[in-house]
Each structure stands twice: as C-alpha cells, then as structure tokens.
C-alpha cells in the first residue's frame, strides 16, 4: 500500500535551515505528484509547496517563496523540502501527501498521507 514517511523535523533557531525528507513506498513515485503541507496548533492545514511528478512544475505558498525548495529523487523515491531562513511562524507538523492536484498556482486534494514531521522554530 502507499506510505509515505517523513523525517529531518526538529528545533531550529529562527534564521536557520532544516531539510525535511518524504520516503515513499508501495507505489511507481515516478508518476506522482508530492505535496507538503503543514499544520500548526489551533490552525488550518495548509499546503506549503508541492511538485509535479516530471519535476518540472513546483508550487510555493506566498509564505514560503524564495525561503523554501521542493525538489525529488525518483531514483532514490524521495521528496525533499529544503527550509532555509526559517521564522517561528513556520512552526508546524509538517506531512508530505500524494494523490493531490498540483500546479503553478495552487495544490490540494490530497489523499495519501504521511504520519508529520515537528518542525519548531524558537530561540
């Protein structure tokens, strides 16, 4: 079945970089769309960034553009999101997700999900 697992959460200092890492399984990566999204407490989910399954759309919130880059592996069946100049507002689980819609201008409708990761940003 589809799994998704991610990893590279923790406590970071505001102004500082985490990589987050989605490993999926159970299913072809290269044929799919992958999102991250996040949720912070008391908040909405959110999508954060997503890319196609060629690699060659990405999508960024207005919130994390310019700070954060999605990019994949198919080889290795691997999302990444690289978090620099992180603020405590990013604070989050984040998850990454498949099966969901993605485009330049947008993402949702996700429907596999990973278990998140705890991203926290304080000094």
């Known amino acids: 079945q589809v799994q998704l697992v991610e990893s590279g959460g923790g406590l970071v200092q505001p102004g500082g970089s985490l990589r987050l890492t989605c490993a999926a399984s159970?299913?072809?990566?290269?044929?799919?769309?992958i999102g991250w999204f996040r949720q912070a407490p008391g908040k909405e989910r959110e999508g954060v960034s997503c890319?196609?399954?060629?690699?060659?759309?990405?999508h960024y919130a207005d919130s994390v553009r310019g700070r954060f880059t999605i990019s994949r592996d198919n080889d290795k069946k691997t999302v990444y999101l690289q978090m620099n100049s992180l603020k405590p507002e990013d604070t989050a689980v984040y998850y990454c997700?498949?099966?969901?819609?993605?485009?330049?201008?947008?993402?949702?409708?996700?429907?596999?999900w990973g278990q998140g990761t705890q991203v926290t940003v304080s000094s």
């Open positions: 890319i196609t399954s060629s690699g060659i759309v990405t």
């Open positions: 997700a498949t099966d969901l819609w993605c485009t330049v201008r947008g993402m949702g409708g996700a429907r596999n």
């Open positions: 159970g299913f072809t990566l290269d044929y799919k769309a």
